[in-house]
């Protein structure tokens, strides 16, 4: 069975950054695309960052939402099945629960918060003085 447990959330204030991880098992984590995506009240789920593995190259790509680049930027590291977003320059309107998704970049639109096997538990972000 899949699982997602993410880590790294916290207070910070604003121009603060934070690096948040996701360390996956249950299944083959090189070979998957992996995303991250928040919640903040009001606004509904938002997709952050997607990241795709490529093994025949040996790199990776990524996407962004615009209202993070230049400020977001998502890795990982197979070896020790995890993915990261590390967040510089934070904004109070970043504040929110950050989850990890099991969802390709490319098919995150319609997918649900929640779809079992697919979401991690999150982990809260709040950027206030």
């Known amino acids: 069975e899949a699982q997602l447990v993410e880590s790294g959330g916290g207070l910070v204030q604003p121009g603060g950054s934070l690096r948040l991880s996701c360390t996956a098992s249950g299944f083959t984590f090189s070979t998957t695309a992996m995303s991250w995506a928040r919640e903040a009240p009001g606004k509904g789920l938002q997709w952050v960052a997607g990241?795709?593995?490529?093994?025949?190259?040996?790199?990776?790509?990524?996407y962004y939402e615009d209202f993070v680049k230049g400020r977001f930027t998502i890795s990982r590291d197979n070896a020790k099945n995890t993915v990261y977003l590390q967040m510089n320059n934070l904004k109070p309107e970043d504040t929110g629960v950050y989850y990890c998704?099991?969802?390709?970049?490319?098919?995150?639109?319609?997918?649900?918060?929640?779809?079992?096997?697919?979401w991690g538990r999150g982990t809260q972000v709040t950027v206030s003085s």
């Open positions: 998704a099991k969802v390709p970049w490319g098919l995150r639109s319609g997918v649900r918060l929640g779809l079992p096997g697919h």
């Open positions: 990241i795709y593995p490529d093994e025949i190259l040996n790199s990776v790509k990524t």
